[in-house]
């Protein structure tokens, strides 16, 4: 699918990054390669993202990975899922979340 010129506006970004942030403990590096996404996502707002399956709008991105946190899980992946609203070139965070990184497309980090 093509990506409309951007750039796109960015909603709930940041608020939605502040409240899963604490639950999970984040290295300064991810923090900084999580910002650095957002702000890609403004020019590219599908970029590698796929659709949610069951959702009509309902994209998820991988983000980054986090580091060894001697999880049982084996490597994790930071992921954004987030609503496309063509009609209003705005780009609308529903949430970040960590899931193992078998799950999804690869992340760029």
């Given at each position: 699918?093509?990506?409309p010129y951007g750039p796109w506006r960015l909603d709930d970004f940041e608020s939605k990054l502040h409240e899963?942030?604490?639950t999970v403990p984040l290295p300064g590096?991810?923090?900084a390669d999580i910002k650095r996404w957002i702000t890609n996502r403004a020019d590219r707002p599908r970029g590698d993202a796929v659709?949610?399956?069951?959702?009509?709008?309902?994209?998820?991105a991988p983000v980054t990975y986090l580091p060894d946190l001697d999880l049982d899980n084996g490597l994790q992946r930071v992921v954004c899922a987030y609503r496309v609203i063509e009609a209003e070139h705005r780009i609308v965070?529903?949430?970040?979340?960590v899931l193992p990184a078998s799950i999804g497309a690869e992340a760029d980090a």
């Open positions: 699918m093509a990506e899963w942030g604490p590096e991810v923090y659709l949610v399956d069951g959702e009509e709008n309902v994209w998820q965070c529903e949430l970040f979340a």
